[in-house]
């Protein structure tokens, strides 16, 4: 069965930093392309970024480019996101998501975690 | 970026058949998804690529359309479809739609 766990959100000032994890298990975790989706409260859902299996490469929404970094331990099967210069627009879940095949990149969501709430604020 | 439209809400009788549009601002081909998310959980795959219905989603759930106009029908409702539906495009940067939120009468 695959599982993704995300952990690491709280509750963070303006400009800091947070790191979050998402532990996966399941499925051969350094076969596919993951990413990161967000959730603002009340609000829709927001594509934030994606890595292939591989991690050579990386994409982000713009509003986060350059803040925040996306990166994948393949030993450890686990997916991270790290988030500098926080903003209260950052304010969300954020979900951890499995493309649906091995090997090719289809940036569609699959599977999804239970997320993790990250609050931006003073 | 993609802009995905969809009605904001519909209300509808157990029973019934429900239609749910999302519209793209440019043609994405069939590269068109849609979830199902219940309050307080995380989103679930329902339809992928347009029309393919994902393994364990009941067959009263389809999708339709290709470029810019897609449906997701529901057929029949049943109250256990209370939930907030997104379309997503795959066919650039991920987009989602505003979400359609189903309520039964």
């Known amino acids: 069965e695959v599982q993704l766990v995300e952990s690491g959100g709280g509750l963070v000032q303006p400009g800091r930093s947070l790191k979050l994890s998402c532990a996966a298990s399941?499925?051969?975790?350094?076969?596919?392309?993951m990413a990161w989706v967000r959730q603002a409260p009340t609000k829709g859902l927001e594509w934030v970024a994606s890595i292939t299996n591989s991690g050579g490469s990386t994409y982000y929404r713009d509003s986060v480019k350059g803040r925040f970094t996306i990166s994948r331990d393949n030993a450890k099967s686990t997916l991270y996101l790290q988030m500098d210069s926080l903003r209260s627009e950052d304010t969300a879940t954020y979900y951890c998501?499995?493309?649906?095949?091995?090997?090719?990149?289809?940036?569609?969501?699959?599977?999804w975690g239970q997320g993790t709430l990250v609050t931006v604020s003073s | 970026d993609t802009v995905l439209t969809q009605s904001p809400a519909l209300a509808v009788s157990p029973g019934e058949r429900v239609t749910i549009s999302c519209r793209a601002s440019e043609s994405v081909s069939t590269l068109m998804h849609w979830y199902q998310q219940k309050p307080g959980q995380q989103p679930t795959l329902l339809i992928y690529?347009?029309?393919n219905l994902e393994s364990g989603v009941p067959a009263r759930f389809s999708g339709s359309g290709s470029g810019t106009d897609f449906t997701l029908t529901i057929d029949p409702v049943e109250a256990d479809d209370t939930a907030t539906y997104y379309c997503q495009q795959s066919w650039n940067d991920p987009t989602f739609g505003g979400g359609t939120k189903l309520e039964l009468k």
């Open positions: 399941g499925f051969t975790f350094s076969n596919y392309y």
């Open positions: 690529l347009a029309s």
């Open positions: 998501t499995r493309d649906p095949t091995e090997g090719i990149v289809e940036d569609w969501f699959a599977y």
